[in-house]
């Protein structure tokens, strides 16, 4: 008797099954199996074996599903490591991995197949065995051209797409005639009707239309096809904002095609995509396939169908979920801003960082991967400065273009002057009167969403808060909605305070939706559009957006983070960055690095083009260090000075985090097991347990948090220091009064 162990959607170990004797499984084939009282779940088989498990009694495999594996070893490979490093199960793994309509569950077999993922199918239309003989298929013209004249010329047509030996076979899509009229033809015999899946695109045998590369471009490439060739897997490809990293990337991605291969690239943001799919597909057309959460779930399901059987030469774009795609002969894997925070996948488990499983995907495929950025995080430039990564260096600014000036706008002397309206400075608004008059653009960055983070009444100092969160709601004007950004709980705001009855509460601060508002008052001839996750609901309505401000239908933009990243906007000539001081002041050891990253990326989209750039950043401390750094585009001098700091107090890249997060209903329950799950760990690792500690944030959804930290220096071994932690966490749970209390382990939490 054969058995099977097989993964499941589920937070569990794989369990096993029989395999019936008639069957036939391959590792990395979905199957559908019977799990728990009468219900279906789609699953992967990951071993074949004989080994009968001790349970009593071991339920059979159902059936197989696709007709092709799913997952192949390289896959399960990632998988493995995914779930062991990030201290997750294979099941979790799979929930992330696989695109929804891949896992259908039921539980009957007819609900289980009425869930089942059907492809797309279309008619195609094939002259019947007998016609393929030219003066038999003359005949039936001449028969037919007098008595049936549409079916006449859908005969034609078919015969035409037959080619010379009659033998070819067009979709009926491509057909002038009717239905009805087609199976006229088939039940006369004359031709041969078939449903099959849609075809998709291949790739194509076109050539290339690549950019001519700058004689700056050129020597990174032959830099890095020198450490490629050396045998160096990963290397950090650290090009200055403008400076041409896409260009770059394209001739590594064109050698790989031409060889055959697959390309995997990978950006942080959704918004990317569009803009960055539409310049692939003018250089490598049908070979390009988009892959991110806007998508429908049919067609990311389509898309992973048909990367399963293609023959090599595709080149994937997408956000990180990309990365678990069914590339069968991956070549390349580019990672375009691979500093960025989005790479990190914080809910639902695996909690993993693609960034980082870009790098062990390449080795296991024997691939060679790019991280591409111009502003690295420490962990990689670290790496690079070792010698563990390779690295070359793009320090000039593609063509005409030159870096932007950066002017510091002191917002308390603006103030003091009567040089500040609204939220603006003095300087900011005069540059930004000086664009509009010449016909240029502007972007303005504020990293908060909604119209104001809160509402307070002046009388009694009431604010409206999140009944299920220990936060402030926020208040988004358009439509008048108090909303959670934690848990999406939204109320309308109160027309008097609720407190004391006095007048209605006031918004205090302010987002994108009041800097729109305000600069539209200030300017009101300018086109102003707005760019975040509330304003874009959907993929089209975010190519709409990007689209249109590429063809200056809009003047100013903005936006949070999403405008950080990656635009190639030939128009613009002026950012405005509104509160660097909420950057600078997070309570986070990270602070600095990201403040530097986000300022230099979103200072990086003025003047990409042969008109000069100015950047204008308002804050209160203008002679902060890390200011200074941004305005001098003093990347080495950023790193220097934060590396030091970390490795005094040893943090990241000098040791490794868990960060670990209990969850229950109950304050007191939480707190305590925080305090017995810290004298656990103690034992184990001493003073590298931190906590427990209460996180900013402490209750969301209506669960009450608690934290700790586990600091690992480097020199210890990591895989043992998780080992540990898994036994201990396992001992934990057993305790009965603590069962109900939710650990939440975050490996490498960003």
């Known amino acids: 008797m054969r058995y099977a162990d097989i993964v499941l959607p589920l937070a569990q170990p794989p369990y096993t099954f029989a395999v019936a004797e008639d069957t036939v499984l391959t590792e990395g ?50 998988w493995e490591w995914i779930a062991d490093y990030y201290m997750c199960t294979l099941g979790e793994v799979m929930r992330m991995a696989l695109p929804s309509l891949l896992k259908p569950s039921g539980r009957s077999e007819e609900e289980f197949a009425r869930e089942a993922f059907r492809p797309r199918t279309e008619c195609f239309a094939a002259l019947a065995p007998g016609l393929r003989d030219a003066s038999r298929l003359h005949e039936l013209f001449e028969r037919l051209a007098r008595r049936a004249p549409k079916q006449y010329a859908a005969l034609l047509a078919i015969a035409d797409a037959a080619g010379d030996s009659l033998c070819g076979e067009v979709p009926a899509r491509l057909l002038e005639a009717p239905r009805p009229v087609l199976r006229s033809l088939e039940s006369k015999g004359c031709i041969v009707l078939a449903e099959r899946p849609r075809a998709s695109g291949r790739p194509d045998d076109a050539r290339f239309l690549l950019p001519e590369p700058s004689p700056h471009q050129r020597q990174a490439l032959e830099s890095m096809r020198a450490q490629f060739a050396a045998g160096c897997g990963t290397v950090l490809l650290h090009g200055v904002t403008g400076s041409g990293k896409t260009e770059t990337y394209i001739h590594l991605i064109a050698e790989t095609l031409a060889a055959g291969r697959d390309v995997l690239m990978l950006v942080p943001e959704i918004a990317l995509t569009s803009q960055l799919v539409e310049r692939m597909e003018r250089i490598f057309g049908s070979r390009v396939t988009a892959y991110h959460s806007k998508l429908t779930a049919r067609r990311r399901t389509e898309a992973a169908l048909r990367l399963s ?25 580019v990672v375009d801003e691979e500093h960025d925070a989005g790479y990190k996948q914080s809910d639902p488990a695996p909690r993993y960082h693609a960034r980082d499983c870009a790098v062990v995907l390449a080795r296991i495929c024997g691939a060679r991967a790019v ?38 706008s002191d917002t308390l002397r603006a103030v003091k002057r009567g040089e500040r309206r609204a939220h603006f400075n003095k300087q900011l608004l005069d540059a930004l009167g000086g664009v509009l008059e010449r016909g240029g653009q502007a972007m303005l960055f504020q990293n908060r969403r909604g119209f104001a983070p809160y509402v307070e009444c002046h009388s009694c100092g009431w604010t409206a808060r999140c009944p299920d969160c220990n936060v402030t709601l926020t208040l988004h004007k358009q439509g008048g909605r108090l909303v959670c950004h934690y848990c999406g709980h939204t109320e309308f705001v109160p027309p008097r305070c609720p407190a004391c009855d006095a007048a209605a509460p006031e918004p205090m601060g302010f987002g994108t939706e009041k800097v729109e508002e305000e600069i539209a008052r200030l300017f009101p001839a300018a086109r102003v559009v707005r760019l975040d996750r509330d304003a874009l609901t959907s993929e089209r309505a975010l190519d709409a957006v990007v689209s249109d401000f590429a063809r200056r239908e809009y003047d100013i933009m903005v936006g949070t983070q999403m405008i950080t990243k990656g635009f190639d906007f030939g128009g613009v000539e002026l950012v405005g960055i509104l509160n ?142 998780r080992e540990l932690l898994g036994g201990e966490l396992e001992r934990f749970r057993e305790i009965p009064e603590y069962k109900s209390v939710v650990v939440v382990v975050n490996v490498d939490p960003q």
Do not use: C
């Open 580 to 721: 660097a001081d909420n950057l600078l002041n997070n309570p986070d050891f990270r602070a600095a690095e990201r403040a530097f990253q986000l300022m230099t990326q979103v200072a990086g989209r003025a003047g990409r083009r042969a008109v000069p750039g100015e950047v204008v950043i308002q804050t209160s401390d203008p002679e902060h260090p890390v200011l200074r750094q941004v305005a001098a585009g003093d990347y080495a001098s950023m790193a220097r000075q934060q590396l030091a700091d970390r490795e005094s107090f040893f943090y990241p890249p000098y040791a490794r985090l868990v960060a670990l997060t209990l969850r229950h209903r109950d304050p007191q329950r939480v707190r305590a097991a925080a305090q017995e799950l810290a004298a656990r760990l103690r034992e184990r690792f001493g003073r590298r347990v931190l906590g427990p500690m209460a996180p900013p944030v402490d209750r969301v959804r209506g669960e009450w948090l608690a934290g700790l930290l586990l600091k690992i220096e480097n020199g210890k071994s990591f895989a043992r220091a």
């Open 371 to 408: 991280l591409g950025s111009a502003t690295p995080s420490l962990e990689t430039w670290l790496n690079a400065v070792r010698g563990k990564y390779g690295r070359a260096v793009l320090d000039e600014r593609y063509g005409d273009a030159r870096p932007p000036h950066v002017a510091i």
């Open 29 to 78: 084939e979905a199957v559908a199996v019977p799990f728990g009282k009468g219900r279906i779940y789609t699953g992967i088989v990951w071993r074949i074996h004989d080994r009968r498990p001790e349970a009593r009694t071991v339920k059979t495999v159902a059936g197989s599903l696709y007709g092709a594996p799913l997952v192949d070893a390289h896959r399960r490979a990632l």
């Open 309 to 333: 059987g293609a023959a090599g030469g595709e080149l994937v774009i997408g956000a990180r979920s990309a990365l678990f795609l069914p590339l069968g002969n991956l070549g390349l894997i």
